[in-house]
């Protein structure tokens, strides 16, 4: 009976997503959430951490395929520097973006960011804790399914940081709400 069920909850979910139009996002205001898993790489490969973090994202399409965005975000988690006792943490992070839309159908889209970023974070052991901050151009790519015409889902890949020593990266899964 449970596995009847689940299958008909699947079967309405994916008829209901599948139901929706695409809409005409000109003007159309858009918030949410990502959660990040961010890596930060040493170009020389000898260093790498991956904290974790959440960022609100809020945006306006001026056209149906193009928006604005904007993100805040923060670490929830650090995690220790790979062949040290140091541990690192992102402590904030914002940035500015142009979104290029991409629908596929009317569930699922891909897009593009292209922006700027800017990123603080903590470096600590048990004797000491030192702060920093850098910012750049940022990329990135994502995909987005569709579940209502308000409600979304994303899954993205961004780099935040792509600098001439290290990276800062951040794979992350979303919702947004479109009103």
Not at 56 to 72: H, K, M, P, Q, S
Not at 77 to 88: A, E, N
């Amino acid at each position: 009976m449970k596995k009847i069920i689940l299958i008909s909850a699947l079967a309405s979910s994916f008829a209901l997503a599948s139901s929706t139009t695409l809409a005409d996002n000109t003007g159309t205001s858009y918030v949410g959430g990502l959660f990040s898993h961010y890596t930060y790489d040493e170009s020389s490969g000898s260093s790498d951490a991956s904290p974790t973090g959440l960022t609100v994202r809020g945006g306006y399409f001026l056209t149906d395929y193009i928006a604005i965005e904007g993100r805040l975000g923060t670490g929830i988690s650090d995690d220790t520097i790979s062949g040290t006792s140091i541990d690192l943490e992102l402590d904030q992070l914002m940035g500015a973006y142009a979104a290029g839309y991409l629908p596929l159908n009317n569930m699922f889209s891909l897009y593009g960011l292209i922006g700027f970023s800017y990123a603080e974070g903590s470096a600590s052991n048990r004797l000491t804790s030192i702060s920093f901050d850098d910012d750049g151009f940022s990329y990135g790519a994502g995909a987005q399914i569709n579940f209502t015409p308000q409600v979304s889902g994303q899954l993205e890949y961004m780099y935040y940081l792509d600098k001439s020593d290290y990276d800062l990266t951040a794979a992350s899964l979303g919702v947004s709400y479109n009103f």
